[in-house]
């Protein structure tokens, strides 16, 4: 009898077969700033052409941009940047303390010397040149960071760090890759396995029987008078949340939302906006006069609840369901905790809204007047209001499909109190980070991910952190609109000086001096205008939308030094400034 014959192997590289696992993940971008120690990296996955690599001028706005594609998919795409080895990696950081406390799914992956250069256990700082434990630096902000070691375990690992990124409460994760190991030869057959892998993202989440728990949340808001659901971040990224808002408020149900939570609340019938320290006076009222606070993916921090977490929601009791259980009963002590993801609460009570719960329309209708008479400009007195800014792109942009980025600031807090979402538009904010610098790189992963007109609203200090990024704007040709609120200061810390130090302004503001952004839009071959007149700015604004390419528009607005309303500290958040009594 013959023997039979061996079973033929080819080999293929390493770096190669990354490329291949991340297209079969769904990675269909990535952005990275080239470097010696990731060069066969890139130079694959652009090789194999499945994945698009962008490369931007800064490892930080790689990482923004990266947070951008989860952000703009609702998480069913992870993102992906890459950073060579030493600064290269150190840069990722900040993008990837963003997504950890956001809880976006995003794979890094870093460059590291050669294996044999690395100083291992020796009691020395460095042993190749740039040289860096990033896996060590990055542990506390990642849900799995980890050095290869050996080229067999380089795509079993990389698989691994991909299903970790995207289980129960998604983050980002970062594998650091020796450049010899990038470079090895693997037997084909290591990629078998993606022959039986899902081609779509899916959330591996637990299943619990949460019925008696939510039944209970049914059975209270029956007996409340004046309940009230506060959407949080946790809450939005979910299949179930556009439908169960639509429902509730088809059914007259109030509801508030978290700086996050009110990135995809629609400006629907009993929705009142953002709640905390720059939030509509609507939204803080209805907190504090509620009987009933459903709390729904929120972790409730000190600029929702103030500092006096005793008087926040002062009447109410309060529910609690999250999908982190060390979220729950943390911060604000809740009545009854149930730890669980909101698609599971949204799913069961569907069935019970218009049908066995009862109606609140006493409730809403004071909060709607509470609305009509609060909800207004108060910026009268400015050159240029902001909440004038706000209500004319959701005019302009009425019903049309737009993402909004934006920065941290003052600019920030003015979109998130005055912008009003329709359809499908999306605002994205840095939120438990509020990194200045997220919005210009963090809006080309938007545009990419959601081929959709982007806008960009960014302060005079936010947008110096990576203005660099507009020159790939510009070179992409994306239709990206970047407004700069130049306010000649660092608005928010300056307002905070003349509350709490007499005015004291040092390295706030600089005696009227800043940059003309239109003058460096138009260096970046960006259309650009400035402007302080409001017919103009929606003009421009108009233009951009009809023709969405690379457009800037810097607004010249000096006296615009702070939000209102505000919440000074120690205030419940029912008396923002400018009081009312």
């Known amino acids: 009898m013959l023997a039979p014959l061996p079973i033929l192997r080819f080999m293929m590289k390493a770096s190669d077969a990354v490329a291949h696992v991340l297209a079969a993940n769904n990675v269909t971008y990535g952005f990275e700033l080239i470097g010696g120690m ?20 800064h490892e930080q706005a790689a990482a923004f941009a990266a947070g951008g594609i989860a952000r703009a998919t609702n998480n069913n795409q992870i993102g992906l940047a890459l950073g060579t080895t030493g600064p290269g990696a150190t840069n990722l950081v900040t993008g990837i303390a963003d997504c950890w406390l956001d809880s976006y799914p995003c794979i890094f992956l870093t460059g590291q010397v050669n294996t044999n250069e690395l100083k291992g256990d020796r009691a020395i700082r460095q042993q190749g040149f740039q040289e860096l434990d990033i896996v060590n630096i990055v542990k506390s902000i990642t849900k799995f960071a980890y050095q290869i070691q050996k080229k067999e375990e380089l795509i079993p690992k990389l698989q691994e760090a991909i299903n970790i990124a995207k289980s129960g409460r998604p983050g980002p994760v970062l594998l650091d890759i020796p450049m010899d190991l990038q470079r090895a030869e693997l037997a084909d057959d290591v990629l078998d396995y993606l022959l039986s892998i899902p081609t779509t993202l899916k959330q591996e989440i637990p299943v619990h029987n949460h019925q008696d728990d939510f039944e209970l949340v049914i059975s209270k808001l029956n007996q409340a008078n004046q309940p009230l659901f506060l959407i949080g971040g946790g809450a939005i990224c979910t299949k179930e949340f556009s439908d169960w808002q639509q429902l509730i408020s088809k059914c007259g149900f109030p509801h508030v939302a978290s700086l996050k939570g009110s990135e995809k609340c629609q400006a629907l019938s009993g929705y009142y906006g953002m709640i905390g320290s720059y939030g509509t006076r609507t939204a803080n ?42 979220q729950l009963n943390n911060r604000v002590k809740t009545e009854h905790s149930i730890c669980s993801n909101c698609d599971d609460f949204y799913r069961y009570s569907k069935k019970f809204f218009c ?22 400009d108060e910026y009268s007195d400015l050159s240029i209001s902001p909440f004038d800014l706000c209500r004319s792109l ?12 934006a920065d941290v600031g003052n600019n920030q807090m003015w979109a998130a109190h005055s912008i009003s979402l329709t359809g499908k538009q999306v605002m994205h904010h840095s939120g438990g980070l509020g990194a200045m610098g997220f919005a210009i790189p963090t809006a080309i992963g938007v545009s990419y991910a959601s081929q959709l007109p982007v806008v960009v609203l960014t302060g005079d200090g936010g947008a110096q952190l990576n203005i660099q990024e507009l020159d790939i704007i510009a070179r992409e040709n994306l239709p990206i609109l970047t407004i700069v609120f130049n306010n000649d200061s660092l608005g928010m810390v300056r307002s905070f000086q003349e509350m709490y130090f007499d005015g004291r302004d040092e390295s706030t503001y600089w005696n009227g001096y800043s940059s003309s952004f239109c003058r460096v839009g138009k260096a970046y071959n960006i259309a650009s205008s400035s402007t302080s007149d409001i017919d103009e700015f929606t003009v421009l604004v108009e233009k951009f939308l009809n023709q969405p390419t690379p457009m800037l528009i810097e607004i ?9 309303p505000r919440l000074a500290f120690g205030n419940p958040i029912d008396k923002q400034f400018p009081i009312k009594e």
């Open 38 to 57: 990731i060069a066969h990296l890139v130079d694959s996955i652009n090789l194999i052409g499945k994945t698009k690599l962008v490369s931007l001028h």
């Open 285 to 326: 009222y209805a907190i504090q006069n509620c009987d009933l606070l459903v709390v729904l993916g929120s972790r409730m921090d000190v600029r929702q609840t103030g500092a006096n977490i005793d008087d926040f929601a002062r009447k109410a009791e309060i529910i609690q369901i999250d999908i982190d259980a060390e």
């Open 355 to 376: 049908e066995r719960i009862k109606s609140v329309s006493a409730w809403k209708e004071a909060l709607d007047q509470h609305w009509q008479s609060n909800f207004i």
């Open 394 to 405: 959701n005019t302009v942009f009425r019903d049309r499909d737009v993402h909004y980025v």
């Open 556 to 564: 010249l607005m000096s006296d615009a030094r702070e939000c209102r």
